[in-house]
């Protein structure tokens, strides 16, 4: 069985600070986690990705995240907020080597303010 | 660009009517194809996997007689909505594979009347 927690439904930040959004995992085999983001009335785009090989991983639009095994986390980070960053952000984990169900957390809704 | 595709991305449609919502793999052959949905501020829940040439899995709780499933060809999967009732107003998204990564359509938006 496998599961995904995001602590916080809602975060908020200044533009130019530092965004922090949390995602721990449990997961009976190694996982493979993925964050994506969601934008009003859109689908689902991937920021990145963790596939057991580095575990720093970057993504696009300035996104990185580091899997900790010891921590079961894997948190989503950016150095500096942009306005644009507003969205709502999923953690999910699948633990096979193709893609297959996908199991999601409740989601973190990211606020930028000036 | 766009590696999934859906369509509509809205419709609006009468209570008792069947709704039919496209999903194109625009990229690569999808033999695997996953429909979810999305209920308002809340998180993706999947419905059912697509498998071409096959009967679709559906996931605990949904059923299959109102949300069929047709995944016909390698690059198009249809999920109909039967019999559509208010309740089944949501955002209706899929995906499709490649390697361990599921990409994802745009969405469908369902409001039924």
């Known amino acids: 069985a496998q599961s995904v927690t995001q602590l916080g439904s809602h975060v908020s930040v200044s533009e130019g600070a530092l965004v922090l959004l949390r995602c721990n995992y449990s997961s009976s085999v190694p996982p493979y986690l993925f964050w994506y983001v969601q934008y009003p009335n859109q689908g689902l785009q991937l920021l990145l990705k963790?596939?057991?090989?580095?575990?720093l991983v970057k993504g696009i639009n300035g996104f990185e995240a580091e899997f900790k095994k010891s921590e079961t986390s894997f948190h989503l980070t950016k150095p500096s907020a942009h306005m644009s960053d507003a969205a709502e952000y999923f953690c999910?984990?699948?633990?096979?080597?193709?893609?297959?169900?996908?199991?999601f957390g409740t989601g973190t809704r990211l606020q930028v303010t000036l | 660009g766009a590696v999934v595709s859906q369509h509509p991305s809205w419709v609006i449609c009468k209570s008792g009517t069947s709704v039919k919502i496209e999903c194109r793999s625009l990229d690569f052959q999808a033999t695997t194809m996953f429909w979810y949905r999305q209920f308002p501020k809340q998180s993706l829940m999947l419905m059912a996997t697509s498998n071409e040439g096959s009967k679709a899995t559906y996931e605990q709780g949904v059923e299959k007689d109102k949300f069929l499933i047709n995944h016909a060809s390698l690059t198009l999967s249809t999920l109909t909505v039967t019999s559509a009732h208010p309740e089944d107003s949501s955002f209706y998204i899929c995906?499709?594979?490649?390697?361990?990564?599921?990409?994802f359509g745009p969405g469908t938006r369902l409001l039924v009347l």
């Open positions: 999910a984990v699948t633990n096979t080597g193709t893609a297959s169900k996908l199991t």
């Open positions: 995906s499709r594979t490649l390697g361990e990564t599921q990409y």
């Open positions: 963790y596939t057991s090989a580095a575990t």
